[in-house]
């Protein structure tokens, strides 16, 4: 836990990211973002944009968050969307029925048994509470979303969305026929999910407001395998762990689909996409881990998590779900609405082929796999070797020391910077003690203004993971970087 | 109401905004962005972030939406965030008693009032149903947030928050103690905020769920006048109409503080850059209105609002406060945290002044003063006249035919351009009618492919507001669309 420990330091110290009202102690599972990390956020936020979304032709909303029970009625939240939830008569801690009886039988129990199975494990395995040790009262179903009523007769009750791609299923029909679609067409969203986690923890990972991006394709399931898109990728190698193997291995494309580890070329290109998208963005140890029949949801048919190694295990960062006709099915019967489109002249239900990504944990996971305490000669550094384009400030100035008309040239520096990338100006304290400050933040290059600057316009530029220093030319620093940080 | 109707429709049509969940007739003051709508609101907000945040050295944050009770206690939101509530007797039906007054009275009638005072108004102005001419119950203070429990225990209360500045406030005395800031610093943020409005209406200008940006500078009330960014502004003119006047004028920023209009250099300042962000936007006729006694808050000192005229009115974009010590004051004993901050020396409870800014009412509005319906020769034309650094898309790719290899050519040049702008393909249809759809969704610039073009390597680009062509080198496309598009 040392690297977790490190971070979360880290992030509140730097003011990556802190408890939401933590001067009022507010409720667990909220989180602010401060400057750095909306940085971090919003670099991310655009590489998904360009290299999935854009890259895709996919077609991005953005839909409200509050949405009518009716809506969730339909799709099987108010029903399904519980966890199963016990509380000691002792001393009234809660508890997830599943997670402690998991931990003490030392096997996977699932969370969809009944209240009356839990019981009777509960029962038979002697479970007492592990603080009181008091008995449980019997299991409940405690239904994760948040509820509550709008308009002044509080008649109509809505709740927080508890994933986005509720609001993409219902406004596939309009985007279909306004944009004159085509099946198949990938429909996008980037937004705030909501779930009352009965204990949220870990940071980031387990929040009860976070941030989702997901992408639903819509497709004629006749015709998933007549997909030309797919011959871009049919070489290219999925990191994939199949179901009943220990370890992940590399596939290509063609092959997934050759031996029907995915259903259709449609699916084996997206994934394709997403794993080009983790590696663009930096991430390293990631895998495609197949789910088995009692870990996916009863209307999936392909589904992986895209997983990535930390410190703290593999964390899932993306479900992958092709999830039938399960969800247009469900809003076409509980709208009344008629949900099929025309695909090559005939009526279709499309089905749904889901990347639903979980965006504060790949950002948490990308600042997991990129900070490290080394020694530098007698000494420690914490560094944050996030790569270049996510780094939230891409260059340091500094003016070596604070006269001799070197803060001058300095600031002269950064205004030819600022226009080009996220820059700060640091002049106080050795420049140790500034390369150290900018090492934990990630800054990946710091461009040092000395008294051969005056001379010759040439500047240091400090490179953050090899450490070493590089001379070049001020004429020469914005193509320098650009490669660096944007290429 | 021509230029509302049209937009309405063009935004359904064209898929810029539509009610969320409208399969199942969802509650009003819902509405999601469709792909041309979020595009759009992505670019406004990238403008926001570089003309304000960055230009000013601003900290940004992103805080959760979901915050305790304990919060809106202390920021007054659970006993002053409330409308006067009135419901018919026979009908049932629920109206605004201040607004039902000030319409049946022909003058102001503040929200102001006691519930006692409201009754008795509606006595004296022998106030009925306007639907069925019912009597009313008594008037009601109804709460505008929404609140609900989290956690199994169902005891902690926390609320959607009704105005984003809460987070900023929350999160300033962390802020500023990492930053190393000094004062004066601002704080900004952009994200939700929720109000259970009892009428929402016209579409994105009141909803119940809106996208707030908010600025927040915390300074000391002492030093509010040594402010050397004010010398940028000081010849800067505002478009200023003053108390009792009926129509703005244009003032220098060095005369509102000579005048005391403003009460110090550093709220001239920010004053001056909201204008500049707006000017920047390409919004036009646009006035800060000085607000009177009975209209401000209590705490507010300066109090300006910074509107825009359409032709359903003038409309409010952004509140513009000076709100002295209430906000950390109410949180100083909300808390009992100790949020003075050291400034010389000197430990201070900042000041607080605030630029409140709607971002979906800033859109709508730039919206319906870019659409026009416009005769061209006997024909008319639905033209969105959108600055081009705001268009959601830049520029539209056509082949003349499709055919003599003019679609291969044109999607050369789409291919080469399709890094630097956002620009779309279309091939279908005659080219005038090509040009009807990229009018009304606002593309400014539209390149055609001909058969001269296979010779020369030259395009036609199509100006979207003079209608006019002309003829340039293909090589020279991505600079002179730069210029024109980034400029």
Redo the contacts between chains.
Sequence with gaps: MEKYDELIDLAL???FF?P?????N??A???????L???L?NKFIQLWREHLVKRDGM??????????Q??FAASGHLEHFVDP?I?CSKC?T?YRADKLLSEKLGRDIPESLSCEEFDKLIGQAKLVCPRCKGKFKPTKK?NMM???S????AD?I?G?RPETCQ?IF??F???FR??RAKLPIALAQIG?A?R?E?SPRQALLRQ??FTQAEIEVFFNPERANEFEKFDQVADYELVMQLEGQSKPKKIKCADLVKKKIVSSKLIAYYLALLQQFYEKVGLCDFRFRQLGKDEKAFYAIDAFDFEVKTEIGWIELVACNYRGDHDLGG?QA??K?N?TVLDEGKKVLPHIFELSMGVDRSIFCLLLQAIALEKVGKEERLVLRLPPRLAPISVAIYPLLNKDGLPEKAMEVYGQLKGWFDVIYDSSGSIGKRYRRADEIGIPFCVTIDHQTLKDNTVTIRDRDSMKQERIKIAELVNWLGKKVCG
Excluded: M
Aim: aromatic fraction near 14%; hydrophobic fraction near 40%; proline fraction near 7%.
């Design positions: 110290r730097r003011g802190f939401a009202a933590e001067i009022y507010g409720p599972g909220f989180w602010d973002y401060g400057p990390g909306v940085t956020k077609l991005e909303i953005d839909g409200a968050q509050i949405l009518p009716t809506v939830l509380e009234g809660f405690f948040f509820s509550f709008v308009g002044p007769r109509e809505v927080l609001s219902l406004d029909p309009r985007l306004i944009c705030k909501f009352n009965i009860r407001e809003h509980g709208s609405k949900l």
